[in-house]
């Protein structure tokens, strides 16, 4: 049989021009240009180890160009764990065929075979101590070439950096308060701009007194286009001063109405859906005996960034530039162009880090903020930031869900059959993906664009409302179908792991309900359904890391939760220990990951315990409340986070693969630690919440409720 013909990376199909990922410069360093952007994962310092050692060269010398539209590569946006996935691989194969064409080079220049060649941190060196370098070749390789697909990187035990934790790039700027965020960014001249939004929710602007704010001093400019005010000011104390006494004179026609908040699986249940049969597996007809049938939910749940959104604009002529934390450049170019009516080339998006991002926040739709805003001030570089408030009320929220699992049981309480409802808002409504514009200002404007209603990714790309749903375990049959909203009176878009968290958690939970109908050990129970040999490693490794299980303690509960996100990204198990006494305290999570390939192990276990440390608190505490007007959660006392004094301990085994193709890690432990934390409560309570999240409140009514 003959081997498949090789195939370029999937970021190299879409980008194949090698100048456009490496560069070296005059100053002996090699600029690195990914398409993806640190968003606090770490991904440039994994990029540039890869980056090293492919060229041969001291990581020292990596320099990670911030993502472009003027220059660097078009890989989409950063989101769904995919940036060591794609722009990691994409690089790796550009890196290797660069260092390819410079050893051929250098062979010619040398007269040696290129094969007896060496590299060292740039220095290319072969027989008779000849030698050249990088640099001095850069003036006669020309790397305005597209990729070819064949270029051979170097294998795992050939790699000096990949698979060894190095120090992240990004952290000594922010360790000693150097700017590197946009909030940060203090530049001579800077205006700052603040925007108008309602109290109430789908409330319009119908009418603005501008007189009283135009004495407010340091005042440059009002805009208003429709429904979108905002003002310009010297200063921020004066934006602000100025946006309270404009707030004063703005009439606001009535609103729409929110949902029930203490019955969301009733309002997402009634409402006009798209319905999607996800996946389906039939076998032989078997005795059911019984048919267990669950409800589980989860809230709205915002991003919850520590700093609100923030952008710069500044306008020369019919050209303007934005500089922004947006996850995906092009994207948010591609929109900003159909909303300005411009053509995409008069725009250059340049991202900068923003401090906090867990998916589709509102750092896209503040850029358009400030592009509106900077239109008033002749060229001058104007620097919008939301508030608090705006952030928790504007911003689009991860999506509220209700699941609903019937498990037929023969029997011996096996499991025969299994089928998974989902209903939810779609997941995604991110810029650049439609016709129209899904920017909050476009929807504004005096010609406004209506609201996108959010959508769910293909099923082939991860899913959304139905991302995990379909179980790994060896199920005889099942029916897995998804129900999207066509009404979104409650904004959604992308926050971290989409649906995956909900499904996770449903599932995990009805698998522990059966394993203890059964008298079975929960971990026993779902080895014994897997046939994923790495699967069962992550939950192994993580039972035998916890010492599963412990001798029973009174007030101490212990659950387990197992996923790979998306069903084709990275592994992870996870153990909880929790403490139930007033109110519970989860106290150790103990978890394994199967990344593949572990680029940056410190990497991989940061993002793990982030994960696990962000899932603590939504299974806890997080939920957006709201009347039926307005958003109500809009401060940190309302919606209230974990605190430093909560955090668990956070212990993380990676199981390494060096000859498997590396997947991120960013979202794998949300899941698996919202199951074990629930599933960790029934075994210290005897009582199984269904209803995230996990409150006081919420466990004395589930224990009213019959089993």
């Known amino acids: 049989m003959t081997s498949p013909a090789p195939k370029l990376p999937v970021s190299l199909v879409a980008n194949p021009r090698l100048s456009s990922w490496v560069r070296f410069t005059d100053a002996g360093r090699v600029a690195i240009s990914p398409g993806k952007v640190e968003i606090g994962q770490g991904i440039v310092t994994a990029l540039a180890q890869i980056a090293a050692d492919e060229l041969d060269v001291d990581i020292v010398r990596i320099e990670m160009i911030r993502a472009s539209t003027a220059m660097s590569p078009n890989e989409g946006v950063t989101s769904g764990s995919l940036s060591i996935q794609q ?38 060196s072969g027989p008779g101590n000849v030698r050249t370098s990088y640099w001095e070749l850069a003036g006669e390789v020309s790397l305005d070439h597209d990729a070819i697909a064949g270029a051979t990187a170097k294998s795992a035990a050939k790699r000096a950096l990949a698979g060894h934790s190095v120090q992240r790039v990004d952290i000594p700027d922010k360790v000693f308060a150097r700017p590197r965020f946009i909030h940060d960014c203090a530049l001579p001249g800077l205006l700052h701009g603040r925007v108008l939004r309602p109290e109430v929710s789908g409330a319009k602007l119908m009418a603005l007194d501008q007189e009283a704010a135009r004495s407010v001093p340091g005042l440059v400019a009002i805009v208003r286009d429709g429904g979108f005010a905002g003002v310009v000011a010297d200063g921020e104390a004066a934006a602000e001063a100025a946006l309270k006494v404009l707030r004063k004179g703005a009439i606001w026609s009535a609103g729409e109405a929110l949902p029930d908040e203490d019955d969301l699986a009733g309002f997402l249940r009634s409402q006009p859906v798209e319905t999607t049969v996800i996946d389906t597996r039939t076998a ?9 049938r669950r409800q589980y939910t989860r809230p709205y749940i915002a991003h919850g960034s520590i700093a609100p959104s923030c952008a710069m604009a500044r306008w020369d002529g019919d050209h303007v530039h934005v500089w922004t934390h947006s996850q995906g450049v092009y994207l948010l170019r591609a929109d900003l162009a159909i909303v300005l009516k411009l053509p995409a080339e008069n725009i250059v998006v340049e991202h900068m880090e923003g401090a906090g991002c867990y998916g589709h926040n509102a750092a896209d739709d503040v850029a358009l903020d400030a592009v509106l805003l900077a239109k008033a001030t002749s060229g001058r570089r104007v620097r919008v930031q939301w508030s608090r408030h705006d952030e928790m009320s504007h911003a689009p929220f991860g999506a509220a869900m209700a699941i609903e699992i019937e498990a037929d049981l023969d029997a011996d309480n096996e499991i025969v059959g299994w089928r998974h409802t989902i209903w939810s808002n779609g997941h995604a409504a991110r810029p650049g993906r439609a016709a129209q514009p899904a920017l909050l200002a476009a929807s504004e404007i005096a010609n406004p664009y209506p609201r996108m209603i959010s959508t769910n990714p293909p099923a082939a790309n991860g899913g959304g409302g139905d991302r995990n749903s379909v179980p790994l375990y060896d199920f005889p049959a099942w029916t897995i179908t998804s129900h999207r909203l066509l009404t979104m009176p409650v904004r959604t878009s992308a926050l971290r792991t989409l649906g995956g968290q909900g499904n996770v958690f449903a599932i995990e939970s009805l698998l522990d309900e059966i394993a203890a109908l059964r008298g079975e050990d929960p971990i026993a129970f779902r080895l014994r359904h897997l046939r994923d040999e790495r699967a069962r490693d992550v939950i192994s490794a993580a039972a035998q890391r916890a010492q599963w299980k412990p001798q029973k303690q009174a007030g101490i509960g212990y659950g387990v939760g197992f996923a790979r996100y998306k069903n084709t990204g990275a592994y992870c198990a996870a153990i909880a220990e929790i403490e139930g006494a007033d109110d519970i305290r989860v106290k150790r999570l ?32 997080e939920r957006v409340r709201f009347d039926r007007t307005r958003i109500t959660s809009t401060s940190w006392t309302d919606y209230p986070i974990l605190r430093f004094s909560e955090v668990p301990a956070v212990d993380v085994e990676i199981i390494q693969r060096p000859e498997i193709e590396p997947v991120g890690a960013g979202e794998a432990a949300h899941g698996p630690v919202t199951a074990a934390i629930a599933n960790a409560v029934y075994d210290c309570l005897g009582v199984r919440v269904r209803d995230l999240p996990i409150t006081r409140d919420r466990i004395i009514a589930a224990a009213e409720l019959p089993s």
Not at 284 to 292: D, F, G, M, P, S
Not at 606 to 611: H, P, R, S, V
Request: net charge negative; charged share 20%; aromatic share 2%.
């Open 87 to 124: 722009s990691g691989r994409a690089l790796r194969h550009a890196c290797a065929e660069v260092r390819q064409r410079f050893l051929a080079a250098a062979s010619e220049r040398l007269g040696v075979d290129a094969a007896l060649l060496d590299v060292d941190d740039g220095t290319i």
């Open 284 to 292: 032989a007809t078997q005795n059911a005996v019984q048919t267990l």
């Open 590 to 621: 103990t978890l394994a990951v199967d990344v593949g390939e572990a680029i940056n192990p410190d990497g991989v276990i940061n993002q793990i315990e982030g994960g696990a440390i962000q899932a603590t608190s939504w299974v806890l505490k």
